[in-house]
Structures are given as structure tokens and as C-alpha cells.
């Protein structure tokens, strides 16, 4: 694996992002690289639970800007398969068998928080920030909605989904997005209290306890909820706001609905 690194030791498998250099920003190749390691971890025997972890200052900063600009000349057709493999991601994350723990280090934004949602508990230091910024580029937050939504609520959403606020881990904590808040120093400590908890007990228990949750509690994510946000993302990249948000962004320069801009 190119853009992962992954590690099995005593029951726990660390899947770790390996891209500091682009702030931990996934592409078409990350993207694929995930699905394979959570679908291979889905079935082994040696691993009782998976933590999903990051090198660098940034856990992940969402969509990478070369993926990005290849996405910006996509047709429809295009972006539905590009966005079918994002959401086939999160997918198997999420169904994982295995439970799950986003481990935390630094900034999340936009399609990274995505990767925190899925998880099953998620840990987080006192410093990192949080955004989920689609808005500022003209797009939304299709694909990962399902997930954040879930682990926020909807009334935390409708506030971060329209405003793309950057928000705190203190106040992540509060709206329920992640679990717990360490400082840096305690934050391998943390994340071993909980993987200690889940490999002490009962490995089929806990498999149907997560299935439980998310029987009991949620609306199934189907593939026709699936498929809506794909088609959301789609049209959206495609629309002449979703170009212009974009391209703007990937010019640096303001994008033309802001007052004073050029139509």
C-alpha cells in the first residue's frame, strides 16, 4: 500500500493514513487502498478491532487538490463512479464487523470527517479543528451525510453543513461527533484504554452489539439512500456553482457569487 500503513499487534490492526505531505487528503488511490484493508481486516481471525489513525499534523484535510482538479473537468457519468467509490468506503467502514476507533491527532475537514463518522467511537487531542467546508467551494456534503449526520444530529448539521464553520474538539464533544477529548500526551493512552476494553470482550458479543446499535437505533442506510447522495455529489460537481466553487478555489481566488465578483 502506497498511501496507508497497517500494523496488527495484539489483536489490534492500526490502519494508518500515510500522507502528511497533503495534510492526510485522500484520492481515487487512497480511496481504493481503504476499501481493500478494511474488507481484508473484515475477515481475520488475529484482528478483534481496528483503529484508524494518521501520520502528521492534519488527520485528514478531505479531498486531495490533484484529485480535485481532476474531478473539476468530470462529466456527470464520471462523477457518479468517482463518488460511488467514495461512498462504497464509508460503506465498508462503517459495516465493518470489526469495531472501529478514529484516533484523532489533528484537523479534520470536509470528506475527513467522513472517515471519523464511520467509526464506531472516535478519540480526539484538545487542538484539533474541525470543518466541514463543502459550502465555500459550492458543493455538499453528499456522500458523507448519511454518516456525519448520524454521529452529530441533525439539528448540529444544519448549523455545519450551511455555515462551514470551523469548529473545535470541545465542541465536536459537545454535539456528540467524538467520544472523548486528551491532550496530546494522553492520547495513545486513550485509544489503548478502549482497544484494551474491546479485545477483553467476547468477539461475537461484540460484533452483534455493533450490528445491535445500528439496527436498533438508525434507518438503514440502503443503497437507494447510498445512491441518492451519490447522484447529490454528481450534480452538484457538474452544475455551473459547484464548477465555479472549484476551479475558484483551485485558483485561489474568489468565487463569483461573493459580493464584488465578477459574474
Known amino acids: 500500500m502506497q498511501n496507508l500503513q497497517l500494523q496488527v499487534e495484539d489483536s489490534v490492526a492500526t490502519v494508518t493514513l500515510n ?11 487512497t480511496i481504493a487502498e481503504m476499501t481493500a484493508c478494511f474488507n481484508e481486516l473484515a475477515t481475520r481471525d488475529d484482528v478483534r478491532c481496528i483503529v484508524l489513525a494518521a501520520n502528521g499534523k492534519a488527520f485528514s484535510a478531505g479531498a486531495d487538490l490533484s484529485w480535485m482538479k481532476r474531478i473539476a473537468t468530470y462529466t456527470r457519468d464520471e462523477n457518479l463512479s468517482d463518488a460511488g467509490a467514495l ?3 464509508l460503506r465498508v467502514i462503517y459495516t465493518c464487523p470489526k469495531p472501529t476507533i478514529a484516533k484523532v491527532q ?5 470528506g475527513g470527517t467522513g472517515l471519523v ?14 470543518c466541514l467546508s463543502e459550502v465555500k467551494l459550492g458543493l455538499i456534503p453528499a456522500t458523507i451525510s448519511p454518516y456525519v449526520i448520524r454521529a452529530m444530529g441533525a439539528r448540529a448539521a444544519h448549523r455545519y453543513f450551511l455555515t462551514a464553520e470551523r469548529f473545535s474538539a470541545a465542541e465536536a464533544l459537545r454535539i456528540g461527533f467524538i467520544h472523548e477529548v486528551v491532550t496530546a500526551d494522553a492520547l495513545d493512552a486513550k485509544v489503548a484504554e478502549l482497544t484494551t476494553a474491546l479485545v477483553n470482550a467476547g468477539p461475537a458479543a461484540v460484533r452483534l452489539c455493533k450490528k445491535l446499535v445500528q439496527d436498533v437505533a438508525e434507518q438503514a442506510i440502503t443503497p437507494a439512500l447510498i445512491q441518492m447522495t451519490v447522484d447529490s455529489i454528481a450534480d452538484i ?5 459547484g464548477r465555479e466553487g472549484v476551479q475558484s478555489f483551485l485558483q485561489k481566488r474568489k468565487p463569483n457569487w461573493l459580493p464584488g465578483q465578477t459574474e
Open 117 to 130: 463518522a464511520v467509526c464506531d467511537m472516535a478519540v480526539s487531542v484538545d487542538t484539533a479543528g474541525y
Open 106 to 110: 489533528g484537523d479534520v475537514y470536509a
Open 19 to 29: 500522507r502528511p505531505e497533503v495534510r492526510n487528503a485522500f484520492n481515487d488511490e
Open 237 to 241: 460537481r457538474v452544475s455551473a456553482e
Open 87 to 89: 461512498a462504497e468506503m
